[in-house]
């Protein structure tokens, strides 16, 4: 079955460094995620890219963070001048082949810890 | 805003039972609504997706169902086993707004 692809499973980095979250999403889908969970809370929605753009941002979405498709297969997710509660695991999801959200298949996560 | 919520938040049962998680949500305009499980640390494992106009889906022992009226859906279990022991989480729309989840333990 088509995976959903995260690299790297676990990231340590220091506070005020710049962080980027690899994403390989499905290939044929056309909206693409990012999500996050905090250690014991919800799984919050960040933004979804459609046709090369953002299509919707949340709150959490600010200026600190971007998201690019540099090519064909990659999905990535910037985090600028982290800070200690950035810690959290990082979802990328895909979801609709035929033009219409659908099925959202998620990846295994990237844990992000801020130090 | 959409909210979801789920009850309960943690459900411990014997080997074999039948159970119903709940989720109801506070937006009725929604696209689809989508159960998930999650194993601890790991990430989300699709599980059903009914789309607005559906009112129930079925995956092997899982049935999932949606009421848009009431705000409502629910994920029956059938003959549960220790495997099914995970946290389940309901998610609606487009961008999922996703509820806290239902910690399920099975016991042998």
């Known amino acids: 079955e088509p995976e959903v692809t995260q690299t790297p499973s676990h990231q340590v980095t220091q506070m005020g460094q710049e962080v980027i979250l690899r994403c390989v999403p499905i290939?044929?889908?056309?909206?693409f995620y990012w999500y996050r969970q905090i250690l014991g809370q919800k799984v919050e929605f960040l933004v979804s890219?459609?046709?090369?753009?953002?299509?919707?941002k949340s709150e959490i979405f600010d200026d600190q963070f971007s998201v690019e498709r540099p090519d064909g297969s990659n999905f990535t997710l910037k985090i600028r001048s982290t800070k200690l509660e950035d810690s959290a695991m990082y979802f990328c999801?895909?979801?609709?082949?035929?033009?219409?959200?659908?099925?959202?298949?998620f990846g295994s996560g990237t844990r992000l810890t801020v130090v | 805003k959409q909210e979801v919520t789920q009850i309960p938040a943690a459900l411990s049962v014997p080997e074999g039972e039948n159970l119903v998680l709940n989720c109801s949500f506070t937006?009725?305009?929604?696209?689809?609504l989508q159960w998930f499980r999650q194993d601890p640390g790991k990430g989300l494992t699709s599980l059903l997706l009914?789309?607005?106009?559906?009112r129930e889906q079925t995956s092997g022992r899982l049935n999932a169902s949606l009421d848009k009226s009431s705000g409502r859906s629910t994920l029956y279990i059938a003959a549960s086993q220790p495997g099914d022991s995970a946290t389940y989480l309901c998610?609606?729309?487009?961008?999922?707004?996703f509820g806290k989840g239902t910690k399920l333990s099975v016991i042998p």
């Open positions: 999801a895909s979801s609709g082949r035929t033009g219409t959200p659908g099925r959202s298949t």
């Open positions: 009914i789309q607005s106009s559906q």
């Open positions: 937006d009725s305009a929604i696209y689809n």
């Open positions: 998610a609606g729309s487009y961008q999922l707004t």
């Open positions: 890219f459609y046709n090369n753009e953002i299509s919707e």
């Open positions: 290939s044929n889908h056309l909206y």
